[in-house]
């Protein structure tokens, strides 16, 4: 075996176990293929940028490569900047956090996703006009409809409106956050599709369902189930996360009427617990023997 060390970066401000639970999974599956990694924390790690250095504070040996779970860009990008292979990279962490960013990508690819409208900038603290074309937007989308903030993570910061005056409601509520109007894919209300990608396959799959919330997220309190995805799923999912640039990601699917699938979201930072706990497929050693195959 090649002689590999890695970082595994999380961020060390999150409250819960979850996440330094996902980087203990990735060091497991590390030791299990000869590789060494350690753990930091994103607040152990400090960018120094001037007199001519672009470094890391106390730090002089890099690793050959960094998994990184958190979505501090600048540090990734100053890893990236440093020499280090980063999985995934700075670029499609930052597209993938941002949902604007990540529609307008896919749009741009012509990939499938779910009739989408752009809400103009507000700045924070300026006063909110009422949306004198409204109307339009209804138009196009239909009620109810789904309001998204740009930035939000286990289905928070999603919305479902019902008429004119939820929708001014929330936009006043989220005023100064970006955020889009969304098409309603009613024939998957309560239930859509997770499908982990390493590298140019989906390794495993599951369905999620609630049957009190429009979301299935299960830390809404969905309930999961192994899947088979369909050759056209699959080839979505790869696609989606290749679109981002993303070395593994998780893609949220979900059905039209005929259930064709669309794509909801993609999540380059997911977590695989739940994953395991559903199929009994350990994603981080898919993510392991990738990242292996990166430096042969």
Not at 35 to 58: P, S
Request: net charge negative; charged share 20%.
């Amino acid at each position: 075996m090649m002689c590999l060390t890695g970082w595994i970066i999380y961020n060390g401000h999150l409250t819960g176990n979850k996440f330094l639970d996902f980087a203990q999974w990735l060091k497991r599956a590390a030791n299990k293929q000869g590789i060494e990694t350690h753990i930091y924390q994103n607040n152990e790690l400090f960018t120094y940028l001037g007199g001519q250095q672009l470094r890391l504070l106390g730090e002089t040996a890099l690793p050959d490569f960094v998994i990184f779970t958190d979505k501090d860009i600048y540090l990734a990008k100053q890893l990236e900047l440093l020499g280090v292979r980063v999985f995934n990279r700075a670029k499609a962490i930052e597209i993938s956090d941002d949902k604007i960013a990540t529609y307008q990508v896919l749009a741009h690819q012509q990939l499938p996703i779910p009739k989408t409208i752009v809400a103009p900038k507000i700045f924070p603290g300026s006063p909110v006009k009422p949306f004198e074309n409204l109307s339009d937007i209804i138009n196009q989308l239909g009620l109810p409809m789904i309001i998204k903030e740009a930035y939000g993570s286990f289905g928070e910061q999603v919305y479902l409106v019902h008429n004119e005056q939820e929708i001014q409601n929330k936009i006043k509520d989220i005023a100064g956050r970006p955020f889009i109007f969304q098409e309603f894919i009613a024939a998957s209300c309560g239930t859509d599709m997770r499908l982990h990608v390493v590298g140019d396959k989906v390794v495993a799959a599951m369905t999620r369902h609630a049957t009190n919330d429009f979301r299935a997220n299960i830390t809404s309190g969905g309930t999961m189930e192994a899947y088979q995805p369909a050759n056209l799923e699959k080839k979505l999912a790869v696609a989606a996360a290749k679109a981002i640039g993303a070395d593994f990601a998780g893609v949220d699917l979900l059905f039209e009427p005929d259930k064709t699938p669309i794509i909801c979201e993609i999540n380059s930072n997911a977590h695989i617990r739940n994953m395991y706990d559903c199929t009994n497929i350990n994603v981080a050693d898919f993510i392991i023997q990738h990242i292996r195959e990166q430096f042969r």
